[in-house]
């Protein structure tokens, strides 16, 4: 199939090694799906999008992948799971893409999995974190970057698993994705930490916080510490009346996000000393691949990148991996490369279990402080892996996992 002028032209100006000889039909591209809640979830996929245009600007520059230049199909799926059977539909006919990649929040993800399933088409995950996605739903056409929720709540519990208070409250999104947190979190304080008093545990609808009601059924209750499980739209609110009716003064707060991404401007005015998930690159100085991929994000947007950016960045390098691997972008042989694939990240070398096909690749968790400006920033950061907080001696495996 011919490429439009305008394609041709672009590839031109991005791929030298194609420019030659400019009376030859250029050579075919190789399409990537890409299904993202561009309107639902924007502050997280402006970010993600970003950070995978900057890495197939590079791939192409770099000759592209068997010779041939890496398209992007990219479509919205509004945060609908509804929308994913149709726009499957499309990538695998119309489109023809050899991978889909998507989406944000864990129902559409799951929604899409089960549509790339029904047309043994690979799919690669940045988020949607629901144990189920890889374990209950789990298939071999389904890979994911970011740690399970299991993984995640052990992580957060981590943080304050030493912490000399002992009356918490916890308040949690009413998803399934927060369901799945809290419950590992009592199963954490169970085990570990038996001596923890929960004195308050909040459901909030999902993008319908009333956070006045919240902040004060906290302020009666008077915990000592909060484990929060929000995520935009609802952090915002949540942080701003509870900065405005005192509910964190000398309360220790461990939260899912902690990123600018999330609270927007509020980050500049955020509390101090709430410990949880961030990635702030402009203070991490990471391996020297990290480095790297920041002076580019920044060449190419005048900003530093976020959590999201370095996700996107991932996904495409890692497919052309996938790719190149396979020797040729016909979906069941790339699905083959991906299962247990090693590949790059800005956080260093990784790769897929086999047991599930979950990355290796981590979260980034701090500590909200302020610089000599005043300027918020994360202080005592550390990359933590998945796999240090799953599988434990004493966790019991998902049947399907054991004859997958």
């Known amino acids: 199939m011919r490429l439009s ?31 993202a809640s561009y309107t639902g979830w924007a502050n997280y996929a402006e970010p993600y999008r970003k950070g995978w245009q900057l890495a197939l600007k ?14 992007v199909v990219s479509r919205d799926d509004h945060g609908s799971p509804s929308d994913t059977s149709l726009l499957v539909q499309e990538m695998v006919g119309d489109q023809d893409v050899s991978v889909i990649l998507g989406s944000m929040a864990s129902n559409v993800t799951l929604a899409l999995s089960q549509e790339c399933l029904k047309n043994h088409i690979p799919c690669v995950a940045p988020y949607g974190a629901a144990d189920r996605l ?9 890979f994911r970057l970011i740690p399970s ?21 916890i308040v949690s999104a009413q998803y399934e994705f927060g369901q799945n947190m809290v419950r590992i979190i009592h199963e ?13 545990e909040q459901w909030v609808p999902w993008k319908k916080i009333q956070a006045g009601a ?34 964190f003064d000398n309360v220790q707060v461990v939260s899912y996000v902690l990123q600018r991404q999330d609270v927007g401007e509020l980050y500049d005015i955020f509390p101090q000393g709430w410990v949880g998930f961030g990635y702030d690159s402009h203070h991490i100085e990471g391996p020297p691949q990290h480095k790297v991929f920041v002076d580019a994000y920044r060449r190419e947007y005048g900003e530093y990148p976020d959590d999201a950016s370095a996700r996107g960045y991932t996904l495409i390098k890692l497919v052309a991996t996938a790719i190149k691997k396979a020797g040729t972008p016909e979906r069941e042989a790339v699905k083959d490369a ?11 070398t990784t790769s897929f279990r086999l047991m599930d096909n979950q990355a290796h690749m981590g979260v980034w968790s701090g500590e909200v402080a302020k610089d000599d400006h005043g300027k918020t920033y994360m202080k005592n950061t550390a990359y933590i892996s998945g796999e240090s ?16």
């Not at 770099?62 to 230049?69: A, D, K, Q, T, W």
């Open 214 to 247: 919240v902040i004060n059924a906290l302020n009666s209750a008077k915990p000592e510490g909060i484990f929060l499980c929000l995520v935009t739209p609802d952090l915002a609110p949540f942080v701003r009346e509870g900065i405005k009716r005192k509910a």
């Open 5 to 35: 002028a305008a394609l041709f032209a672009l590839l031109l100006s991005v791929s030298p090694a194609w420019a030659g000889d400019q009376s030859a039909t250029p050579p075919s591209t190789i399409k990537i799906g890409d299904i």
């Open 338 to 348: 991906l299962t247990g694939l090693p590949f790059d990240t800005p956080f260093g």
């Open 389 to 404: 907080f799953w599988p434990r001696p004493d966790d019991t495996m998902p049947t399907q996992l054991e004859t997958r």
């Open 149 to 169: 929720s299991t993984a995640l709540a052990r992580i957060m519990f981590d943080q304050i698993k030493n912490s000399p208070k002992k009356r918490w409250a």
């Open 58 to 71: 590079e791939v192409n520059q770099e000759g592209g992948v068997l010779g041939r230049p890496l398209e």
């Open 134 to 142: 890889l374990w209950a739903d789990g298939h071999p056409y389904i």
């Open 188 to 200: 954490e304080i169970k085990r570990l930490r038996p001596d923890i008093e929960i004195v308050s």
